[in-house]
C-alpha cells in the first residue's frame, strides 16, 4: 500500500494522535452531559448543584434499627445486649430523666443503639457507621452524647453498697475480718 513517502512508525503517530482527539472529544462530551445531569439552573440564571438529601437515606436506616430491635427479644439480645422491653426501659429513662433529645436525623433510640453497638460489641466508630448508614463524627458525637446522659444518672444505675457491721451474723463474713 501506498502512504504517500511517510514512514510506518509517522504514520503509527498520526493514528495516535488522531484516537488521541477523538478520546478527548468523547471526554469532553461526556462530561459536558455529566455536569447538565447534575447542574440545575439557578434564580439568576446560575448553574447551581444539587443538594445531598439525606432523606434518601432514612428509610433504610429506619429499616435497619426495625431489624436490631424489632424482629424478636433473641435478635435485639444479640445485637444490644439486651431485651426489647429493657431497651425500652432505657430509651424513656435517658429521655426523661435525662434529658436526651431526638437530633435533627437521629432519634434517640438509634442514638443509644449505636451506643449500645460500640459498648456492648467494642466496635469502632467506622463499623458502627457502615451499620447504621452515619459518618464516624455522628456516631462519634452521639455516643459521647449517650455517655454523658448515662453518667448522669450513675446514681440511679449504681447502687451504694451497705457496710456490714461487727453484729452481722451471716456466717459467711466471718472469713473477712475488719482491722481498723
Given at each position: 500500500m501506498d502512504n504517500g513517502g511517510l514512514s510506518n ?48 437515606r432514612i428509610p433504610a436506616q429506619v429499616h435497619h ?107 459467711r463474713w466471718k472469713w473477712f475480718p475488719v482491722r481498723?
Open positions: 512508525e509517522a504514520l503509527a503517530l498520526m493514528i495516535f494522535d488522531i484516537i488521541r482527539v477523538h478520546q478527548l472529544r468523547i471526554i469532553c462530551c461526556l462530561q459536558a452531559h455529566g455536569m447538565l445531569a447534575d447542574v440545575e439552573q439557578g434564580e439568576d440564571g446560575r448553574r447551581v448543584r444539587r443538594k445531598f438529601s439525606r432523606l434518601e434499627l426495625t431489624r436490631l430491635v424489632g424482629l424478636n427479644d433473641k435478635e435485639c439480645i444479640d445485637n444490644l445486649r439486651m431485651d426489647r422491653n429493657c431497651f425500652g426501659r432505657l430509651c424513656v429513662l435517658l429521655r426523661e430523666q435525662a434529658g436526651l433529645v431526638d437530633g435533627k436525623y437521629v432519634y434517640v433510640e438509634e442514638q443509644i443503639a449505636m451506643f449500645l453497638g460500640v459498648l456492648a460489641h467494642h466496635d469502632k466508630n467506622r463499623r458502627v457507621g457502615f451499620h447504621f448508614w452515619r459518618s464516624g463524627q455522628t456516631i462519634s458525637h452521639y455516643v459521647n452524647v449517650v455517655l454523658k446522659a448515662v453518667i448522669m444518672l450513675h446514681e440511679l444505675f449504681l447502687a451504694k453498697p451497705l457496710p456490714v457491721d461487727d453484729q452481722c451474723q451471716d456466717s481498723v
